[in-house]
């Protein structure tokens, strides 16, 4: 009988907003599970991610509507042997609430961060959505290596602009 083989990268996104760039999808392609963390801004930026692997996704400030509130605040999953904790904003998550938590995964700022405190690993992948700040247009990836895990984050590098009737840049989802 064949095991299944344990999962090796984690793909994370935030901050779509509601548009789901081909350039993020390419970059998330060949992860064994996505994460969102927060502002999807539409429930088809989900199911689209769903195509390429299992998402576990938690809710921004900015998703609304029904779709939303099923979306939970936080989530908690182990990704091989690491215990992952997802929020939108990293302010709520605190410390002491995280026993055992290796990773804590956030969005909100728009702005990509790869940092360790205290042994935990917290990583924001930045926004992927619409730019904002002047800000990269960013997702991040987790690769499980042999001394561990090895985060990254992967600036897009998005399409010029076409001139189109519609307003509505690369894929965007539509409510």
Not at 2 to 30: C, F, K, N, V, Y
Not at 36 to 46: E, K, R, T
Not at 89 to 115: K, L, N, P, T, Y
């Amino acid at each position: 009988m064949r095991m299944p083989r344990a999962p090796r990268r984690l793909g994370l996104i935030s901050d779509t907003h509601g548009l789901l760039r081909p350039e993020a999808l390419a970059a998330l392609a060949g992860s064994d599970l996505i994460v969102h963390a927060g502002d999807v801004g539409d429930p088809a930026v989900l199911d689209a991610l769903r195509a390429l692997a299992p998402v576990i996704a938690v809710r921004g400030n900015n998703d609304v509507g029904a779709w939303a509130r099923r979306l939970p605040e936080r989530q908690t999953f182990r990704f091989g042997s690491h215990v992952v904790r997802v929020v939108h904003d990293v302010a709520a998550f605190r410390a002491g609430a995280g026993e055992g938590v290796s990773v804590v995964m956030s969005g909100h700022s728009h702005r990509a961060v790869i940092e360790r405190r205290a042994g935990v690993l917290f990583v924001n992948p930045g926004s992927a959505g619409p730019r904002r700040f002047r800000l990269p247009v960013t997702i991040a990836r987790i690769d499980v290596v042999a001394s561990g895990l090895r985060p990254r984050i992967v600036t897009l590098t998005p399409a010029p602009a076409r001139v189109s009737s519609s307003p509505r840049p690369a894929w965007t989802a539509r409510s």
